[in-house]
């Protein structure tokens, strides 16, 4: 992931470093990966500069760059940087011209004779940008840590995080910084002048409708979307790592990955795959089928055991989120970086939009759309028989979707205070436009996109996870065609099987589950809960966040052996390692009057 901050004044009072002849924009200061980059003019050689009263600064991959260019003809030059092509975008069109970016990305955009700052990213989140705004300057960053310190909010946390993260269910926009926010995924955030915000959503999934004679025409149509999901993210000559589980999702995209190199399709130089297992837990243990595609691929993954890693940290960002990435999850990438890599592709995503609902019973309205009753009855009755529920109750739901309500998870262990702001409605995915054999799936994907979960975790600067499955025109290729397409009675994935028999092993293929993780994580749990302190001796309760009566009892319900998976102890024993890792922490603020004027021109 690149880097890109700045900070603009509203006043324009100077901001150092500047260009040695002063013609900068009074107040201005935006730097990148590359180089400082002053309005109209780049402050070092080996930049193309922009045109005159416009910046940019820009993190990310356009991945289709020739049809950009085609529309855009002479307004870029004959060798465009990608920075290049979206300010083009936006001269032309204004920020709606952002929505014909289909790759990962975020920008902040200058617009030095309307005095505007822009601030944007693509439609899923894949790139992060936080912001944070104040009577006399906005500042953003890449890096959340980053922006923290430097706009003096790191001691300032927000009881609207920790009830969104003990309830699993985060606004895109909040952080656990007061006056920090994130910029919300497929929305450009204009600031004025005088700090006036304004927020334009550019992009929003169009259903469309796809309905071809043939299953070998809807096969072929995947295929084609899924080697330009994996290729586009292999645009370079370095090394590629992969994640691999031995699942359907990262396997395929393991394999295409491989077939790409074998094929020279992408240029870069090898991939390398990277696994993590439970050794001591045989439920989840994934290496048999991690070996099947080792030897397809002629490549051996690095094995990292989930058990040795438990309690695996950063401390250079586990204060920043509790988000951070750590445990098994950190040990891969340290394993990535130690090797040199920087680029790692993950099937992320791809339960979402691959269809893998067990019970897609709504894919029979499609039946009822053309009239076709009979047919819709017969499909029912399917459906009825392979997920083993009542026809009546099928039928039920389907008359009137929405009945069942999904459990408040975490609600019950928050202080009375956080548990209003816990169950506060959280703005809902616009489904309506969607068919209703569609509508789930799209809540699925929409789920992701408007709830940022691409930030999720917050991963160490020098690493770029890139996810295939949310290549923008897979995802509306497989909203746009017939519901009994991607899933079908006894068999999740339906479409996706039969697409990819042909680079994917046939025991991956069979594959109906993964393995089973949770009795890895309730030892785990278990193990850490045991060596907590009293609960009233907690930083999270004694912030007001947890209620010490509610966890007691969960605690004691978990270490006798008689809760769940401990899923919301989990929630809290993470709040409690990040509180913990901020007060080992000496460089985070203490003070809540920080003088914010002074580090941010640090």
Known sequence: MGMQSGILYFDRRPTPPAPADGRVEPGLWMTDDHDDLWCGRASGAGRSHPPAGWAITWDGRIDNRDDLLLRLGSRVTAFPSDAAVALALVERWGVDGLAHLVGDWSLAIRDCRRRTLHLARDWMGARPLYYCVDPHFVAWSTSLGDLALRCGRAGRLTDAFAAGFMTIRPAPCVTPYEDIGAVPPGTCLSI???GAQQRRRFWRLEPGRIRYPRLADYEEHLRMLWREAVVSRMETRETIWAELSGGLDSSSVVCMADRALRSAWSPARAIRLVSHATLRSPEGDERRFIAEVERQAGVASEIVAVEDHQTCTDPEVAWVTPHALKGVGLACVRRVRGEGGRLVLSGRMGDAVMGCQPDNSVAVLDDLARGDVVRALLNLRLWSRATRKPFVELAWRLALPGWERPAETGIALLTPRLRILARSPAPAPPLQAFRRSKR???????????GARLDIPLLPPGIVYACPFTHRPLVEFMLAI???????PGETRALMRRAFAGFVPPRILRRVSKGYY??????????????????????CVERGWIDPEGLRAALRALTDGSGETGADIHSVLRL???LRARRDLPAIPRREEVNSHAVLNA
Do not use: C, I, N, T
């Open 192 to 194: 004025s002048a005088d």
């Open 482 to 488: 017939p519901g009994e397409q991607v899933s079908a």
């Open 440 to 450: 789930e799936l799209a809540r699925m994907v929409l789920g992701y996109a408007h």
């Open 518 to 539: 949770p009795p890895a994580a309730f030892r785990a749990a278990r193990e850490m809960a045991a060596s907590l302190a009293a609960p009233e001796r907690l930083d």
């Open 576 to 578: 409690e390692a990040w």
